[in-house]
């Protein structure tokens, strides 16, 4: 069974639709002007029905976060309205310059776990002053998703033992995606303020960690780590 079909008997979850530019390195410079130029529209015209935050990841791939609460949302066009301020050749004409910029894009679902995150001061995305983001990905067949879940939770359960300073989200695929996996997405100032501060929770929590580590590479089809940076002004809210 897919985690998109357990995740949906879960309601300690919040669903985000995901548009993914991989943005060619050469083309960076030019999908930003486009990026601002789209957001600097938005932002004139107060457009309600536009909502999305931007993630970069180091390989120049670009990450557009909507928060959605059912799969209706998915059919509802976010620029309708920005289409009939501008007119829609206009609108044609700013999305036609994203061609240039990647070979491959697309759209899916992912899931925030808040069963699973460890966020004590309230769940939140954009924590000030930490737009640096590592991203850890544990692959998992689709047998030992409830053994790897499992982990999480005894891990969770180990950070409010240790009243733990590192905090994180948990991530997992949902419609679109192929594959199951556990994403680990913790939040810093920096690079080297993230490694300080993962160096520190391994220091004070080794010997209940280590075994829950062990375990997760048990469960674990493949692993990988990705870096990345909240791109705020590439990010786009309404104002009410």
């Known amino acids: 069974m897919s985690q998109n079909l357990i995740i949906a008997q879960n309601s300690d979850v919040q669903m985000y639709a995901v548009h993914e530019d991989r943005v060619k390195p050469s ?23 536009a909502n999305w935050m931007t993630v970069q990841k180091n390989d120049h791939t670009r990450l557009y976060l909507s928060p959605i609460n059912s799969m209706a949302d ?3 066009d976010m620029f309708a309205t920005l289409s009939n301020k501008i007119g829609k ?32 001061g309230g769940m939140t995305l954009t924590s000030e002053g930490q737009p640096y983001r590592r991203f850890y990905y ?36 949902g419609f679109g995606t192929i594959g199951n996996y556990f994403m680990v997405a913790i939040s810093a100032k920096n690079e080297e303020e993230l490694t300080k501060a993962e160096t520190a929770m391994w220091e004070k929590m080794s ?9 997760l590479d ?9 870096t990345g940076w ?11």
């Open 89 to 120: 050749d206009a609108m044609n004409r700013l999305f036609s310059q994203y061609t240039k910029c990647y070979d491959e894009h697309g759209d899916y679902v992912i899931n925030l776990r808040k069963d699973l995150s460890y966020m004590p």
């Open 138 to 173: 544990n692959y998992v067949t689709p047998e030992n998703v409830a053994n790897m879940t499992n982990t999480f939770k005894k891990i969770k359960e180990t950070f409010v033992k240790h009243n733990a300073g590192l905090h994180y989200r948990i991530y997992t695929p």
């Open 27 to 49: 083309m960076a410079k030019e999908a930003e002007r486009i990026d601002k130029e789209l957001v600097d529209l938005l932002k004139k015209h107060n457009i309600q029905e």
């Open 218 to 226: 048990k469960y674990s089809s493949k692993v990988d780590m990705q």
């Open 74 to 76: 998915l059919d509802k």
């Open 230 to 240: 909240m791109r705020d002004d590439l990010s786009y809210a309404p104002k009410k």
């Open 207 to 215: 010997v209940d960690m280590q075994p829950l580590f062990d375990e």
